[in-house]
């Protein structure tokens, strides 16, 4: 039984650095910056996260550690990959013609369109309140 | 045979790390050396967890685990240095 968990641990192990490996080539391979946080950062997540179980299982008294060790992953890795995405919107690098759907911009977008509806009244306030 | 296992996935890892470190080399805008930067540095966490499962010394992991809270500091703050908005 328990060399059978070690050979699932093992699995685990090629099965997160697998993903690496996948997440690395998509790096290199796509197109775009966009492509890119998104390939080298979900893939990434889930190889390390795949490997620190295979590591518990190859070693039951490391759990706790590993544990934290997954859960700072979890927490920073979409951290830091938002702030890069984010700049990279905000600097205006150029999307490549084969990426599609741009979320932030249409919401930017919508909210300028609202903001120059409202400017009317909020000019009008301001008159008003100037008057008073 | 855990052993080979454990040799055969430090050697993807070795791959993703040079997949990595080949688009941290020619990346055409500083942003990709920062996603890059990003992506070398979650592979090292693994190759520590590597280098605790092959010595067989769980204090190994000590490191990884002050290298998993730390290592996301430097990205955010050079997209942050890049970026004007914020």
Partial sequence: MSAFIDFLGGLSLLAGSAFLLFGGLGLVRMPDIFNRIQAGTKTTTLGTLLTLLGAAMLHPEWSLKLLLIGVFLIFTNPLSSQVTACTAHYRGIKKSSLTKVDRLADDESESMEKSVSKNPDSEHKDKEEAEL | ?86
């Fill in chain 2, 1 to 86: 045979m855990v052993d080979l296992l454990i040799i055969l996935a430090a050697i993807l890892a070795g791959g993703a790390f040079l997949f990595a470190l080949w688009r941290f080399l020619l990346g055409p805008t500083r942003l990709d050396r920062v996603v890059a930067f990003d992506v070398l540095t979650i592979v090292s966490i693994t190759f520590i967890v590597f280098a605790a499962l092959i010595e067989k010394r769980g204090i190994y992991l000590d490191v990884a685990l002050v290298y998993a809270l730390l290592s996301f500091l430097g990205v955010i703050a050079i997209a942050r240095y890049l970026g004007d908005r914020f």
